[in-house]
């Protein structure tokens, strides 16, 4: 499997400030990759430099492109969604289409038009008589008719309530994606995409701190429900975190400690977003 995505050193400065330091990664094609950290950690810079609208130093690669000496010639290989407001107010459904039509070499009208006949959008709807909702589903419409390599999402469907982010999701993933398509994401979300992940990169302070497919990550550690006769016993095992839920205690461990632990309670696959907590936790200490 060829990589999509290499990076290599990559690092970026704004005076003293390192907004990125020492990236290196690689990306291979077919993946679901979910970029996850805290605001300021350095995750819409990476996504710019990676569109190429941010130089930095180091090296990377985008489908083989430099994406900061030939940024026209990868974008017509790239999807790229942020906040689904940036589509202009005063644009026509249909000139919409006019545009992107006009733009974008691989884009698909007939199949754009298709998308949009299972919605309630008219051709003749000005985006800015939609709901939020409405051009979150126009907006993914237009990129589910691109026949791009690279998807990048960075937080889409921020302000979106949970009926249309599933949505949103699950049409990305049932109508859009194959396995020569590749999708980067970032969401403080992150319990509602984790299902569709392949791989998962966690950043702090631009750094990469973690880089792994799931079946590896969730392989890795563990959850034990464990009351509270056992608590004291668990507790001596050094748990990475511990909650306490309706009188119990949730506690993540490595997946060595396992044997020691998995009497003591009920065993659980930890989620994304526990192993998220934990591993900053454990950068900080």
């Not at 937080?155 to 949970?162: Q, R, V, W």
């Not at 009926?163 to 999708?183: M, V």
């Not at 319990?191 to 890795?220: P, R, W, Y």
Request: with cysteine; glycine share 4%.
């Amino acid at each position: 499997m060829s990589a999509i995505l290499s990076a290599h050193d990559l690092n970026k400065s704004y005076g003293k400030f390192q907004v990125l330091k020492n990236i290196n990664l690689t990306i291979e094609r077919g993946k679901v990759v979910g970029l996850i950290g805290p605001n300021g950690a350095g995750k819409t810079t990476f996504l710019k430099s990676v569109l190429g609208l941010l130089p930095c130093d180091g090296e990377l690669s985008v489908l083989g492109i430099d994406p900061f000496k030939k940024r026209p010639e990868l974008m017509k290989e790239i999807c790229f969604i942020a906040d689904v407001a940036v589509l202009p107010k005063w644009i026509q459904v249909s000139q919409l289409l006019d545009f992107t039509e006009q733009t974008h070499p691989n884009f698909s009208r007939e199949k754009a038009l298709a998308f949009i006949a299972k919605t309630k959008i008219k051709l003749n709807h000005k985006v800015k008589e939609l709901s939020k909702g409405m051009v979150a589903q126009l907006h993914l419409a237009i990129v589910m008719s691109i026949d791009a390599q690279l998807l990048v999402l960075d937080e889409p469907t921020l302000g979106l309530d949970i009926l249309f982010r599933k949505e949103f999701y699950n049409n990305l993933i049932n109508d859009y994606f194959n396995h020569e398509r590749t999708i980067i994401i970032t969401t403080h979300q992150v319990e509602e995409i984790e299902h569709i992940l392949t791989d998962v990169m966690f950043i702090k302070d631009g750094e990469i701190v973690l880089n792994a497919d799931m079946d590896t990550l969730k392989s890795e550690y563990f959850e034990v429900m464990v009351n509270q006769t056992n608590y004291q016993q668990a507790m001596n095992l050094k748990p990475l975190t511990v909650k306490k839920v309706f009188g119990k205690y949730i506690m993540l461990f490595k997946a060595e400690s396992k044997s020691k632990v998995s009497p003591l309670g009920e065993v659980q696959r930890p989620s994304v977003s526990d192993l998220f907590v934990a591993l900053m936790q454990e950068e900080q200490s």
